[in-house]
């Protein structure tokens, strides 16, 4: 019986995934893949049709009846005339409604789907991902590995409210139509400065911690993590301000480093 995955998932070629170069917009061969990736799934397109309007706040055409052409044409029309970030959307709504199906039918519908779309999204460059449901911000692979590492690390040494900093930061990227950089930048500070609270007992920064501590980090990597904290405390990176709004590569890229800095000091300092 032939594999569910196609040939070069089978034997391993899968190749490097691709700069993300896609964020903000839903090209046309995401719409399109989308689609095709439900009716891989013998979805009708009168299913389709439901999840779409509602997701669109559309009403269906009662003069279409027939699945093809008629209700196909719809749904076509719908996905490729919405909003960018609706697409988005429209993937978690299917999802959802896959996974009520699978729960009623088992089946595994859903796992499939998010697989397919995930797969696309890397292979085209584009900076999201679908992780239990929900579309997320995705990001290199450094920053995933990064920031996955620091969230496991939080969790098992019981400081469960860095680790929610670090959530939120990501939630925060995930934003749509507009990622809130400011808001992830502070979560990610507040994440060290949760963990700092928890080894020194007391309300502190990563700058008066490294300079009671010097001998505690080599000096470049001293320089190195002031400056960054430096930027993340900065005024309108953290607090906002007009005009001063991080891009989402210095978010993400904020982000990343205070996530390795939680995993960093409550290695040196486990529970």
Same mark, same amino acid.
Request: glycine share 8%; with cysteine.
């Given at each position: ?23 903000? &917009? ?9 689609? &095709? ?147 992830? #930048? ?8 949760? #963990? ?58 904020? #982000? ?16």
């Amino acid at each position: 019986m032939p594999s569910s995955q196609p040939f070069s998932k089978r034997q391993g070629y899968t190749g490097q995934p691709k700069e993300i170069t896609t964020r903000e &917009e839903a090209p046309e061969n995401l719409r399109y893949f989308v689609l &095709e990736a439900a009716r891989e799934l013998d979805w009708a397109p009168s299913s389709l049709r439901e999840i779409l309007c509602r997701v669109l706040g559309e009403v269906p055409d009662s003069n279409n009846w027939s699945e093809f052409p008629n209700v196909w044409d719809e749904v076509q029309r719908l996905i490729y005339g919405c909003e960018w970030f609706k697409v988005y959307d429209i993937i978690e709504a299917l999802h959802t409604r896959f996974s009520k199906h699978d729960r009623e039918n088992k089946q595994r519908h859903a796992p499939r789907f998010a697989d397919a779309i995930n797969t696309f999204f890397i292979e085209r460059g584009i900076g999201w991902q679908l992780v239990d449901g929900g579309i997320v911000t995705r990001g290199n692979e450094a920053f995933e590995g990064t920031v996955k590492t620091a969230v496991a690390v939080l969790e098992e040494d019981a400081k469960p409210t860095a680790a929610g900093h670090l959530q939120f930061a990501i939630s925060a990227l995930s934003g749509r139509p507009k990622a809130n950089t400011s808001g992830a #930048v502070a979560h990610a500070t507040s994440a060290v400065e949760c #963990v700092l609270g928890k080894i020194t007992g007391k309300a502190t920064t990563l700058g008066k911690y490294l300079d009671k501590h010097p001998d505690l980090f080599h000096p470049a990597l001293k320089k190195g993590l002031d400056g960054i904290y430096g930027y993340a405390s900065d005024e309108g990176a953290r607090h906002g301000k007009e005009g001063t709004e991080p891009t989402h590569e210095e978010a993400e890229f904020a #982000v990343a480093v205070c996530a390795a800095v939680c995993t960093l000091l409550t290695r040196k300092h486990p529970k």
